[in-house]
């Protein structure tokens, strides 16, 4: 007997659920550094029309697969294709949210210590405190083990309860911060940079790093719409909720955007200061707002969570692959991997100062990433790996299963579909497999 499969039990919980994994510190932390990284508006406006050109509809493909087969990604493949090498893109994104999980915890280890830092007013000495070994760590396995109890509880219960209370809270308070950060001195010349286009600035790499992060924040790539959309019912529509998912996932990456580079102009930071960027503006703008330090715990807060419903479907892949296919109990699971997780994690913690070594890894030569073994581990499976991944979906949905069955499937529950069927089959044939290819042979060339 297989163990019986969690669903959703809403509508609204799996919009909440699929936002919650795609919300997080994508948006508010790798979003402005990655875009000040590659200069700016012309890199947000690629990531842009990669997130509407071949996200949103490549996250339909997605869902439709882990609906139509009710399995986590590498049982959806093997249901289809039994014992091909197809299976192959399904371990691979198992193995991708391992690895995402690896550094993503750290950093959401940084915004817990900053709930307590805000309340207690101490802005400054970030470099000296993500090189201290010892709260690294702790704050670290602390994440990994917040995250593992509540996916030990299963799907509606653990993830969707949390999800659907908490995301509309962050909306609101982003967008008062927005507002505020447009009567900054330096709003003018921060938004100048943000959303003004620079052609110049566009290489292979800026290509590369657009498409990266289009998927890193939408989810996509490594299965986990696969294994969110197994939990949905016929009557669900995927379209008009892939749209809600797309639309607030990018529009807090956007607000994101619209607080740091207002805020580090009025500071004259450095906008290519890479991943402490965030932590080193943001507590600098609580201290100079009114009763800033309040509305930053709280700001801390709602990111913890944001971050959390994210590490939740990062494990979640792992943990259905090994329900689905090994029959263990889901408890035990998630420990094993939860404990893989933490030892694989330990360099990325290490990375930011406690260890030379770590520090300055630099397997991925510097015209792509930081040195540092955690922005290394964010280039090979934040980037490289998602985008893999979405090629080898993308082409075994669109000519393995059969691009007919996934559109009949993604129409269920989606009349209004039929309009753009032929376009999105179209897309996720041929745009998309073409598109990722040329820029990952692009960065290849530059290699
Ligand atoms: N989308 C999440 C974020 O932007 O923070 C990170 C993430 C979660 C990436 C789940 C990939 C994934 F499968």
């Given at each position: 007997m297989s163990a019986p499969r969690g669903q959703w039990n809403s509508k609204i919980g799996f919009i909440m659920a699929a936002a919650g994994s795609a919300i997080g510190l994508g948006n508010i932390w790798r979003f402005p550094y990655v875009t000040g990284e590659n200069g700016g508006g012309a890199f947000v406006l690629f990531y842009v029309i990669f997130v509407v050109l071949i996200g949103l509809p490549y996250m339909y493909a997605e869902l439709a697969l882990g609906r139509a087969t009710q399995q986590n990604p590498v049982g959806a493949i093997e249901k289809i294709r039994?014992?091909?090498?197809?299976?192959m893109a399904g371990f691979l994104g198992v193995i991708t949210g391992v690895g995402i999980l690896s550094f993503y915890a750290v950093i959401a280890g940084w915004t817990v210590a900053y709930i307590y830092k805000m309340f207690v007013g101490q802005v400054g000495g970030f470099g000296a405190f993500v090189a201290d070994p010892w709260s690294e760590i702790s704050l670290f396995a602390l994440f990994v083990a917040l995250t593992s109890l509540i996916v030990q509880k299963g799907v509606s219960e653990g993830i969707e309860r949390w999800s659907k209370i908490l995301m509309p809270l962050f909306f609101i308070l982003l967008l008062a911060l927005v507002i505020y950060a447009m009567?900054?001195?330096?709003a003018g010349k921060g938004l100048e940079f943000y959303l003004?286009?620079?052609?110049?600035?566009?290489?292979g790499r800026t290509l590369l790093a657009a498409l990266g992060q289009a998927f890193f924040s939408l989810s996509l790539g490594m299965g986990t719409m696969i294994t969110y959309g197994s939990y949905l019912s016929k009557n669900d529509n995927l379209v008009t909720s892939g749209v809600s998912v797309a639309l607030f996932d990018t529009l807090i990456a956007l607000f994101a955007g619209l607080i740091i580079f207002p805020a580090l102009f009025t500071m004259g930071k450095?906008?290519?200061?890479?991943?402490?960027l965030v932590f080193v503006v943001l507590p600098e703008l609580f201290a100079q707002m009114p009763g800033g330090l309040v509305v930053g715990a709280l700001f801390f807060v709602l990111l913890t969570v944001a971050a959390l419903t994210s590490t939740i479907s990062l494990l979640e892949v792992p943990v259905s692959y090994l329900i689905d296919d090994h029959k263990m109990d889901r408890k035990t699971i998630v420990w094993i991997v939860a404990g893989i997780t933490f030892l694989l994690g330990l360099p990325s913690a290490l990375s930011?100062?406690?260890s030379e070594f770590f520090s300055n890894f630099?397997?991925?030569?510097a015209s792509f990433t930081s040195a540092d073994f955690l922005s290394q581990m964010s280039f090979i499976f934040g980037d490289i790996a998602l985008a893999v991944g979405a090629i080898s979906l993308s082409i075994f949905v669109g000519w393995v299963w059969g691009i007919d069955k996934a559109a009949d499937e993604v129409e269920k529950g989606a009349p209004l579909f039929a309009k753009t069927r032929g376009l999105w089959k179209f897309i996720i044939r041929f745009v998309i497999p073409l598109v990722i290819l040329l820029v990952l042979l692009n960065t290849v060339h530059i290699f």
């Amino acid at each position: 007997m297989s163990a019986p499969r969690g669903q959703w039990n809403s509508k609204i919980g799996f919009i909440m659920a699929a936002a919650g994994s795609a919300i997080g510190l994508g948006n508010i932390w790798r979003f402005p550094y990655v875009t000040g990284e590659n200069g700016g508006g012309a890199f947000v406006l690629f990531y842009v029309i990669f997130v509407v050109l071949i996200g949103l509809p490549y996250m339909y493909a997605e869902l439709a697969l882990g609906r139509a087969t009710q399995q986590n990604p590498v049982g959806a493949i093997e249901k289809i294709r039994p014992k091909s090498f197809w299976r192959m893109a399904g371990f691979l994104g198992v193995i991708t949210g391992v690895g995402i999980l690896s550094f993503y915890a750290v950093i959401a280890g940084w915004t817990v210590a900053y709930i307590y830092k805000m309340f207690v007013g101490q802005v400054g000495g970030f470099g000296a405190f993500v090189a201290d070994p010892w709260s690294e760590i702790s704050l670290f396995a602390l994440f990994v083990a917040l995250t593992s109890l509540i996916v030990q509880k299963g799907v509606s219960e653990g993830i969707e309860r949390w999800s659907k209370i908490l995301m509309p809270l962050f909306f609101i308070l982003l967008l008062a911060l927005v507002i505020y950060a447009m009567t900054l001195d330096g709003a003018g010349k921060g938004l100048e940079f943000y959303l003004k286009p620079d052609f110049s600035k566009i290489t292979g790499r800026t290509l590369l790093a657009a498409l990266g992060q289009a998927f890193f924040s939408l989810s996509l790539g490594m299965g986990t719409m696969i294994t969110y959309g197994s939990y949905l019912s016929k009557n669900d529509n995927l379209v008009t909720s892939g749209v809600s998912v797309a639309l607030f996932d990018t529009l807090i990456a956007l607000f994101a955007g619209l607080i740091i580079f207002p805020a580090l102009f009025t500071m004259g930071k450095d906008p290519s200061a890479g991943p402490t960027l965030v932590f080193v503006v943001l507590p600098e703008l609580f201290a100079q707002m009114p009763g800033g330090l309040v509305v930053g715990a709280l700001f801390f807060v709602l990111l913890t969570v944001a971050a959390l419903t994210s590490t939740i479907s990062l494990l979640e892949v792992p943990v259905s692959y090994l329900i689905d296919d090994h029959k263990m109990d889901r408890k035990t699971i998630v420990w094993i991997v939860a404990g893989i997780t933490f030892l694989l994690g330990l360099p990325s913690a290490l990375s930011q100062g406690a260890s030379e070594f770590f520090s300055n890894f630099g397997l991925i030569p510097a015209s792509f990433t930081s040195a540092d073994f955690l922005s290394q581990m964010s280039f090979i499976f934040g980037d490289i790996a998602l985008a893999v991944g979405a090629i080898s979906l993308s082409i075994f949905v669109g000519w393995v299963w059969g691009i007919d069955k996934a559109a009949d499937e993604v129409e269920k529950g989606a009349p209004l579909f039929a309009k753009t069927r032929g376009l999105w089959k179209f897309i996720i044939r041929f745009v998309i497999p073409l598109v990722i290819l040329l820029v990952l042979l692009n960065t290849v060339h530059i290699f």
